[in-house]
């Protein structure tokens, strides 16, 4: 078995009686290793739910989600903050940065929270590759979006994580700013073997994936390989997302 992440039959129900919401319904999937998803969708398909539901942020209602060999239905909160601490990176809309701390300071600050020694020259390769060599001293404030960002991306690659989860990563950036993450992203796939899944609106977004996985009404409907913006826009207007 090659996949990072495997959900079996995973629901999310909120709320009882005539206003229960089956946020997702009995969802399989697996997250092959150093792969590039996108998942989209019409808003309230269960983006978000999928997300925390693989990422450990949110227990399913029933089903199984395995993080490599490791169970995680049924963890207590301390313990899926452990695992979430350790073996997940996350990458958010709003960079979620400490305005207080340094790019160095903030990009190590979850090795800090995991008790874990700073292992130098690979915090040095992670500023290399995101392009933050020069500015490893600065405060968010001091940096334009798209390099606050990038210090997001590297805070969620310095654990050397099984998996990155990005929730709207170029959400909050221009067009221009949003390639380059993206292309960083994709690097960060295609160069080091690391897993990214990544939920956005933007089909532009998803086609650098490698494959989009499409969610209506709490179902994964359909899975596209070699995604362009083109075909996934296209897809998402047939799921009656902006009709
Ligand atoms: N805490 C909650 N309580 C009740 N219903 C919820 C809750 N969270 C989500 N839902 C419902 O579950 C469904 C899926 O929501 P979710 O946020 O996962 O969708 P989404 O695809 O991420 O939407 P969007 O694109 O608008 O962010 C929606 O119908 C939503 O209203």
Request: aromatic share 4%.
């Amino acid at each position: 078995m090659n996949d990072v992440v495997r959900l079996d039959a995973v629901s999310k129900v909120y709320g009882r009686g005539p206003n229960t919401v089956f946020a997702l319904r009995e969802v399989s999937i697996g997250i092959p290793h150093g792969s590039f998803t996108a998942v989209m969708g019409p808003s309230g398909s269960g983006k978000s739910t999928f997300l925390h539901c693989a990422a450990g942020l949110d227990h399913p209602s029933s089903g199984s989600v395995r993080l490599g060999g490791t169970e995680l239905a049924g963890m207590n909160e301390t313990e899926l903050t452990e695992l979430r601490r350790k073996r997940i990176g996350f990458v958010f809309q709003a960079f979620n940065l400490v305005s207080s701390l340094t790019v160095t300071e903030n990009i190590t600050l979850p090795l800090k929270l995991a008790g874990v020694r700073v292992d130098r020259s690979w915090l040095e390769e992670i500023v290399n590759r995101v392009g933050l060599a020069g500015r490893t001293g600065h405060r968010p404030g001091e940096l334009s979006g798209g390099q606050q960002q990038r210090v997001a991306i590297a805070r969620a690659l310095v654990t050397r994580p099984e998996v990155v989860f990005g929730d709207e990563p170029t959400g909050a950036l221009d067009t221009i700013t949003a390639r380059d993450v993206l292309t960083l992203l994709r690097e960060v796939v295609t160069t080091m073997g690391q897993t990214v899944v990544m939920v956005t609106h933007d089909p532009v977004a998803a086609s650098y994936a490698d494959t989009v996985l499409f969610l209506a009404d709490g179902n994964v409907v359909d899975a596209m390989a070699a995604p362009s913006a083109e075909k996934v826009a296209d897809r998402m207007t047939r799921l009656g997302a902006w009709v």
